[in-house]
C-alpha cells in the first residue's frame, strides 16, 4: 500500500497491481455476466445534456446515473428499469480488505472508455456518507489519473494507472478533485477490442 501526499490530504492510496493477470480476467468475466444483463449506457450531463464521453453502467443495490435532471443514485438501469446485477463478491472482498471498518459498499460504477474519452475533474459526492473511502480498480488500457485538493483550483498530480491498480480516496482525500486526461490506446491486452475499464465501489447510505 503506498500512501501518496497531494496538497497535504491524508488518505489516498494507490496500489499498483492489486490484481495480477488471472485475477484481472477473473474479474473481467464478472463484469461482462454484469453488463450483458445491465447494459452500458451513455449518460447525459445535468442541465446541458451533453453526453458523457465514457459509457456507464453499474452493480449492487443501488448505482450512479447521470442526465438532465442531475446525478442520483437509484436502485434500477435508467433504459431497462430493472434491478442492477449483485455486486461480484470479489469487489466486496477487495472492499472488506482495504475498508475492513466502514459499512458494505451498495454501488459500484462501471465506466468503460474507448480511445478519446475522458471524465474531467470531479468530486464524487453525491453520496448521503463521505465516512467511508471511495474505492476504484483499473482495467485494461492504462490512463493518465490526475489528483487535486478540496479546491477545483488547487495544484494537481497526475500519475498512470494500469491494469489491476486500485485506488483509495479515503480520509481528507475523500473529497479531492480527481479525473482522467486520457487513455494510452493499446497500452493493455486485457480487453480485445481495447479501452480501459474502471470500476469505482462506494457506500452511500449511512449505517444504521
Ligand atoms: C477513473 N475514477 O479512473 C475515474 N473516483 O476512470 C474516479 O472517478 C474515481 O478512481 C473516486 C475514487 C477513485 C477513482
Ligand atoms: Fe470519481
Not at 495480477?20 to 446541458?48: D, K, S
Not at 449492487?60 to 461480484?88: C, F, K, N
Not at 475522458?118 to 473511502?133: C, I, K, N, S, V
Request: glycine share 10%; net charge positive.
Amino acid at each position: 500500500m503506498s500512501e501518496l501526499s497531494v496538497n497535504g490530504l491524508n488518505g489516498l492510496s494507490y496500489l499498483p497491481g492489486y490484481f495480477n493477470r488471472g485475477a484481472q480476467e477473473a474479474l473481467l468475466e464478472e463484469i461482462r455476466a454484469v453488463v450483458a444483463r445491465a447494459p452500458l449506457y451513455t449518460p447525459a450531463m445535468p442541465r446541458t445534456g451533453n453526453a458523457f464521453t465514457v459509457r456507464m453502467s453499474n452493480c449492487g443495490p443501488l448505482g450512479w446515473v447521470s442526465d438532465i435532471a442531475g446525478y442520483r443514485y437509484q436502485p434500477h438501469h435508467p433504459d431497462t428499469g430493472q434491478a442492477w446485477p449483485e455486486m461480484p463478491a470479489v469487489l466486496t472482498a477487495l472492499w472488506k480488505d482495504l475498508a475492513p471498518n466502514a459499512p458494505d459498499p451498495e454501488a459500484c460504477l462501471i465506466n468503460y472508455y474507448k480511445e478519446s474519452a475522458r471524465m474531467g475533474l470531479h468530486q464524487d459526492r453525491d453520496e448521503q456518507t463521505f465516512e467511508a473511502p471511495v474505492i476504484s480498480v483499473s482495467l485494461g488500457d492504462t490512463a493518465t489519473f490526475r489528483v487535486g485538493g478540496l479546491s477545483r483550483k488547487d495544484p494537481t498530480k497526475s500519475f498512470r494507472l494500469q491494469s489491476g491498480d486500485v485506488v483509495v480516496l479515503g480520509g481528507d482525500a475523500r473529497l479531492a478533485f480527481h479525473g482522467i486526461d486520457r487513455v494510452l490506446k493499446g497500452t493493455s491486452t486485457l480487453l480485445k477490442t481495447g479501452g480501459r475499464i474502471n470500476l469505482t465501489l462506494r457506500r452511500v447510505i449511512p449505517p444504521r
